[in-house]
């Protein structure tokens, strides 16, 4: 009940963010939406190895001065295996994640900044062994980053960025990603 009810309070804020986007953005906000491609570290309380999934997020948001709305939505687009002793060989698969933050970006100039997110990510993900046993769990919690953009042309912007999606849970999905955003 717990995660149905945070699925729908970060569905209602990226869903409140998108309509704030479109109806303010001739009031000097820059809306913007992007992709990104993330090296994850996947690991799971009760399992000594960590998973590497590979995932594909895509990003939408406002910008006003040194501070951002954004929601993201994302999957995974590679599973990882590793062999578990007693177990055999098991698949991790990121099946979906979403969520929405607030990012305070430092402008060094026009086109380099830093920044650092906050928010709350929902996170499914699926283990599959090679008997073909499988289990599906989600969670919901804090999300905090850091990353850097840099422009590139007028309205695009290349970024890097580190994100631990959720901390404190039984498990916890950590984000290397490398993505490009477009601004209108």
């Given at each position: 009940m717990k995660n149905k009810i945070t699925s729908i309070v970060l569905a209602g804020a990226a869903a409140l963010t998108v309509n704030y986007a479109i109806a303010d953005s001739t009031d000097g906000e820059d809306i913007y939406a992007g992709v990104q491609y993330g090296f994850g570290d996947f690991s799971v309380r009760d399992i000594s190895q960590d998973f590497d999934p590979q995932v594909i997020v895509g990003r939408f948001g406002l910008r006003n001065n040194n501070f951002a709305l954004e929601a993201r939505l994302g999957s995974g687009i590679k599973s990882d295996t590793q062999n578990i002793q007693g177990t055999g060989n098991v698949n991790?698969?990121?099946?979906?994640?979403?969520?929405?933050?607030g990012i305070g970006h430092f402008d060094f100039n026009e086109s380099f900044s830093v920044y650092g997110l906050a928010g709350f990510t929902y996170v499914k993900a699926s283990l599959r062994n090679q008997i073909g046993l499988s289990e599906s769990d989600s969670d919901n919690g804090l999300s905090i980053g850091v990353g850097a953009d840099y422009g590139v042309g007028e309205n695009v912007t290349l970024?890097?960025?580190?994100?631990?999606?959720?901390?404190d849970s039984?498990?916890?999905?950590?984000?290397l990603g490398l993505g490009v955003t477009f601004g209108y």
């Open positions: 991790l698969y990121i099946d979906q994640f979403y969520g929405a933050y970024n890097l960025e580190y994100t631990s999606y959720i901390i039984d498990f916890e999905l950590k984000v």
